[in-house]
């Protein structure tokens, strides 16, 4: 599948401040953070999901009628994505407004409890738009749930990490730390299972079954066309196959290795390390979901294989 | 907005029953029945492998009817620069098969399958796409459309294509602005590519009737389906390629054995 930008940047924003809100909203519940670091650390999640639902917008045709794609929230993964978004920036901002005003504890914990939620069901809508479509056989996995799930709660809690260690939260860091090192190392587990999973696969469809024509020595000669259509645009990666081995490389040593190894070096408490780290490991995330759709190999791309 | 809201309030769960061939009820947002429920009609195209010679009037004619028709315009980039593309709902393929010198060549026409299970129609947030309960053809509603492309992803067989001026999906319509206008004359009311071959390689008809051309075709050719795989059940049906031997020479069959000659 070709990586849009669009979905790059919607997909890795929204899950970084997913992973920042239900750090944030635990930590909340376990340590006396002060007021204003809560809200400082609440707003840059909500900038985040702005950001997020902007970029969203470029990947639509008809931007204006964006609205309409909540209509069919009983069938569609991507209807029930587009009503939760707006739902949990709601509650964010109520949680937000909640703290401001100081309201009482039990509406806070009850605010900070539907943000939880909130971050959890948009990742479970947000991957099962792609695990649900069962012909794209990379996809549909329960692993893609669960590596959205966990690449937010690592970015999102680096990112934390970043910021307490900035505004000399020490308390928060040092509990922090461990949910940080330990969401991302378990999230490096369950990206490379997915890894090997999808070097084993092997396509159901062949071109045998795409067209039909039973004969084992089979080519196709022509797609029809002489140059390209959205066919052959939307579903193919357009990179070399060298770029496509090499970035499940790059992706590990940006989004796992380099971090761990910077927080390793310099130490839990230095700001420099976790900056480093957020900054990394926005660029590894980048670099995993595209490979997560490049790796993607759509029935479709069976029927374009030649240009003549 | 509003509009969103009663399709919303007026969609309850429905109960399908034979009796539901409403001739309007194309454009609304139903909910998708996934039960599928077998259809009393099915309109379908079945393609004949055996005599299509590969000659694309298929493809223009369909190009011309709908992008001047109610599905236009088509829009075209580049038309007469070196990198042209466009919209187009049918394509007309070629493939070998066999090893030379024994290869058959196969032109393989390809679009839209009106699937009985369509999987684009589900994954739509806006319910711009949908099947039609009256005669199954599966359309875009562009006007609901906000051109996400996650349907085209749906569709294992990249019928779907996205036109880029107008910003919405497109698909093949079947000429649903065709076969049902009564203002043409009946011989008319076809598909703009049935009425353009030339070999008479499209049949176009209610596979749900088993007395229909298009049936009385798969029931005796061994009509079959494009990956069956997905469980998509296609309605638009395939007639396998069959070699016609030399009729003199050394190796001449007889009738008896052509038929088994499945490529």
Known sequence: MHPAWSLLLFTTLAGTAQGLLLALAVASWLLPLPTGFLLGAIALAEVLLTAGLLASFFHLGQKGRAWRAAAMWRTSWMSREVIILPLLMAWVALWWLAIAMDVSPTVLRVLSALVVVGTFALWYCTAMIYACLRFLQEWAHPLTVVNFTLLGMSSGSVLLCALSSLAGQNDLLQSLQFWALGSTLLAWFMRRQALRRNARLSPTSTLQSATGIQNPNLVQKSMGMSAGSFNTREFFHGATAQTVRRMPYVFQILLFALPLLLVAALGAHSAMAWILAVLLQFAGLLAERWVFFAQARHPQNLFYQTVS | ?263
Not at chain 2, 108 to 129: N, Q, R
Not at chain 2, 194 to 221: H, M, Q, W, Y
Request: glycine share 8%; hydrophobic share 35%.
């Open chain 2, 1 to 263: 907005m509003i509009q969103w809201l009663k399709d919303l309030l007026q969609s309850p769960p429905q109960s399908l029953s034979p009796g539901w061939a409403q001739a309007d009820g194309g454009g609304r947002a139903d909910p998708i029945d996934t039960e599928t429920p077998t259809l009393a009609r099915q309109l379908a195209l079945v393609i004949d492998l055996n005599v299509c010679v590969g000659c694309h009037a298929c493809v223009t004619a369909c190009k011309q009817w709908n992008t001047s028709g109610m599905a236009g315009p088509l829009s075209d980039v580049n038309p007469y620069a070196s990198e042209p593309t466009g919209t187009f709902f049918n394509r007309v393929q070629t493939y070998e098969a066999g090893t030379f010198p024994n290869t058959d060549t196969v032109h393989f026409p390809k679009s839209c399958l009106h699937c009985e299970d369509p999987p684009c129609v589900p994954v739509c947030p806006t319910g711009a796409s949908y099947k039609r309960k009256e005669d199954g053809i599966v359309l875009v509603d562009a006007d609901k459309c906000i051109g996400c492309k996650y349907c085209a992803w749906a569709c294992p067989y990249g019928a779907r294509e996205f036109d880029d001026a107008s910003g919405v999906m497109t698909k093949c319509t079947l000429c649903v602005d065709r076969i049902h206008d009564k203002l043409l004359p009946e011989a008319d009311r076809k598909p703009a590519c049935v009425k353009a071959c030339p070999t008479n390689a499209r049949l176009f008809g209610d596979v749900k009737d088993p007395n229909s051309e298009v049936s009385l075709a798969i029931r005796d050719r061994g009509g079959y389906a494009l990956m069956p795989e997905w469980e998509t059940k296609p309605a638009n049906m395939y007639l396998p390629r069959r070699i016609t031997p030399a009729a003199v020479g050394p190796e001449a069959q007889t009738p008896g054995e052509i038929s088994s000659n499945r490529v």
